[in-house]
């Protein structure tokens, strides 16, 4: 679909004119192209198969794209669940996290509450020492005491005597004989 290529004739070169005046100076400029003598056909064919290239070009990257589309659309079905496994696995290992971060929470106040317990423990017994120092001091101070021994205290007896009286009556009957 190429044509052969025509060679385009040159003009011939222009002999210069001018007449050389004796006071001014002649320059010759050299003469133009020119025209040729018929115009250059233009070929038609080469646009209309640029035309067919770019279309086809057009049509095959638009193919391209639905194949790829559709690739990409089945293995995102594929990977489905792959991804769903993944999401879980992550969301098991927030979730265990999480209660790792409340274990060491609760370590950490275990901790702080056992070394408050140490240091109550330390002064509970330094409390302790200063007090078996008092009672030592309270008993060797007891011991120097004399406490004073009285004769013998009189008893009490336990025996319980009930002294009872007859009431008096004013009351007068004939019933036993006896008159008032």
């Known amino acids: 679909m190429t044509e052969r290529a025509l ?49 086809m070009y057009a049509v095959s990257l638009a193919g391209v794209t639905a194949l790829q589309a559709g690739t990409n659309a089945r293995l995102a079905a594929e990977r489905a669940p792959a ?15 999480a209660r790792l971060a409340r274990i060491a929470a609760g370590y950490n106040g275990a901790t702080a509450t056992y070394r408050q317990i140490v240091e109550d423990i330390g ?3 330094a409390a302790l020492g200063s007090l078996g120092e ?9 011991a120097s005491l004399r406490v ?25 009957t004939n019933a036993s004989g006896k008159p008032c």
């Open 83 to 97: 991804a769903a496994a993944v999401e879980a696995l992550r969301t098991s290992h927030d979730q265990t996290e």
């Open 123 to 125: 002064s509970h017994e």
């Open 7 to 55: 060679r385009i004739p040159q003009a011939a070169p222009v002999a210069p004119t001018l007449r050389a005046l004796p006071e001014a100076r002649a320059t010759t400029r050299p003469a133009a192209a020119a025209p040729p003598a018929t115009q250059t056909r233009r070929p038609v064919h080469v646009a209309v198969a640029v035309g067919v290239t770019a279309t």
């Open 134 to 142: 008092r009672v030592a001091a309270v008993e060797g101070s007891a």
């Open 148 to 172: 004073p021994t009285f004769p013998r205290l009189p008893t009490v007896s336990s025996r319980t005597v009930y002294v009872s009286a007859r009431p008096a009556s004013n009351a007068c």
